[in-house]
């Protein structure tokens, strides 16, 4: 038995939203919450260094935490290094992010769905694997955005969004065909449900924003179950940057997730 804390992670506060999710299912868990943002963006990153770089960077996360499980808040990550972190840390269990596509599938009425994520996602075989094995019947378009999740981080900091600049990015998911219209866009970026508001502000058209979080929660409620006491002591979590001790603005928003950054 263990009692050690679930640590979730991304690149940078996109986590958060996937963070939220798992306190409400789990509030009796203990959490950690760690953003590369020395890495950030992970969209950019030639993929073999950033595998590189994930599994150098939860050798030192799995020791220094202890954590009954990982869960992969990011689809960059995901989408690329899940096989090879497992294949690294075989005894650590790690639920991973991945576009919904499935989901998407399943509820789109008009057969046209989008998937916005960073380019890296938009880029990787485990995407366009998941569209042969669930959406053959729908067409799926995949929107790469070099600025979203730039532009989610500094809304967070700083409560300004460019919203010609989101138009300009969710512009190509809205797609019409034959008289049928997208009607789902997947958000495959944990960063994209903090800008959900202006994206529907912005939408030629209104279309159902998937946002996996809840789900993916759920699955990592589901591995860690049997795992592990669950009292917890204080209200607050750690947050650990690896860029180092974050500036007061991301001092306040992670406060206001319940972290502590010291
Ligand atoms: N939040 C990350 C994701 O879900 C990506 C953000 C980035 O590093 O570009 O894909």
Same mark, same amino acid.
């Given at each position: 038995m263990s009692d050690g804390p679930i640590l979730?992670?991304?690149?940078? +506060? $996109?986590?958060?939203? *996937? /963070? !939220?999710?798992? =306190? +409400?299912?789990?509030?009796? %868990? !203990?959490?950690v919450f760690v953003a590369d943002d020395a890495g950030f963006p992970y969209g950019d990153w030639e993929e073999d260094a950033l595998t %590189? !770089? /994930? @599994?150098?960077?939860? #050798? =030192?996360?799995? &020791?220094?935490? $202890?954590?009954?499980?990982? *869960?992969?808040a990011c689809n960059t990550a995901s989408t690329l290094a /899940?096989? &090879?972190? =497992?294949? &690294?840390?075989?005894?650590?269990?790690? +639920?991973?992010t991945v576009p919904a596509i499935k989901p998407a599938a399943e509820r789109t009425r008009s057969g046209l769905v989008s998937v916005l994520a960073t380019p890296g996602t938009v880029r990787r075989q485990y995407t366009q694997d998941l569209i042969d094995q669930w959406a053959t019947r729908c067409r +799926?378009?995949? @929107? #790469?955005? @070099? &600025?979203?999740?730039?532009?989610?981080?500094?809304?967070? %900091?700083g409560g300004f969004v460019d919203e010609e600049a989101v138009l300009t990015e969710i512009a190509p998911c809205f797609v019409e065909e034959d008289g049928r219209r997208t009607d789902i866009v997947v958000l495959a970026c944990t960063h994209y449900p903090f800008l959900v508001n202006r994206m529907r502000k912005m939408a030629p058209w209104p279309v159902d924003w998937l946002d996996p979080a809840e789900a993916i929660a759920r699955q990592a409620e589901r591995v860690v179950s049997t795992l592990g006491t669950r009292s917890i002591s204080g209200d607050f979590d750690p947050a650990f940057f690896t860029g180092g001790e974050p500036d007061f603005a991301t001092r306040r928003i992670v406060h206001g997730f319940g972290l502590r950054t010291r």
């Open positions: 979730i992670f991304d690149s940078g +506060v $996109g986590g958060l939203t *996937v /963070l !939220r999710e798992a =306190r +409400v299912l789990m509030p009796d %868990r !203990r959490f %590189r !770089r /994930l @599994v150098e960077l939860f #050798g =030192r996360l799995i &020791a220094a935490h $202890g954590p009954i499980a990982c *869960v992969i /899940l096989d &090879a972190l =497992r294949a &690294a840390y075989p005894q650590m269990l790690f +639920v991973g +799926v378009k995949l @929107v #790469g955005s @070099v &600025a979203l999740a730039a532009l989610a981080e500094r809304y967070m %900091r």
